[in-house]
């Protein structure tokens, strides 16, 4: 089982960015943390992150027949992207959103979600645990 995890802008930057919003931990800790729970399910797991939406949507675009699962927190393109839901939704993969902080507790722009659109489920606010979660759903999900 292939799963692809897509994490959108500035997601680079955990450890540095609003530390008090996002926490400490960075980047590749959260990608070590999600590679440790992928193993422990017997997922194959893989990694893109992009600041760019057209780089996003082409990453979705070739994981067409490819992946079995996406998991994906897009960042702030959550709030706008259109196009990122139109591509999720043009792959047909089983996909999941997760959030590190609770978007529907934060500004009321954080509010709407376009990405829960083209998702099976959502994990929000629930740090990297959400990551672990996802893995979970998309085992569950492929496995029925
Ligand atoms: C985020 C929430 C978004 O509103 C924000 O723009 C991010 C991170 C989160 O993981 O909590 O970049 O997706």
């Avoid at 959108?8 to 400490?24: A, D, I, T």
């Avoid at 490819?66 to 709030?79: E, F, L, M, S």
Wanted: hydrophobic letters at 40%.
């Amino acid at each position: 089982m292939k799963v692809l995890i897509i994490n959108g802008p500035n997601l680079n930057l955990l450890g540095l960015r609003q530390p008090e919003v996002y926490g400490k931990l960075t980047y590749n800790d959260l990608l070590s943390y999600c590679q440790k729970e992928a193993d422990k399910l017997g997922i194959e797991v893989n990694f893109f992150q992009s600041n760019h939406e057209g780089a996003i949507i082409d990453v979705i675009q070739d994981s067409y027949n490819k992946v079995d699962g996406i998991i994906i927190n897009a960042g702030a393109y959550t709030h706008y992207s259109i196009a990122i839901m139109d591509a999720l939704k043009s792959v047909n993969i089983p996909t999941i959103e997760v959030h590190l902080s609770d978007i529907y507790k934060r500004e009321e722009y954080r509010h709407i979600s376009y990405i829960k659109e083209a998702s099976i489920a959502s994990f929000v606010g629930l740090g990297f645990e959400g990551y672990k979660k996802a893995l979970i759903k998309i085992k569950e999900n492929i496995g029925k």
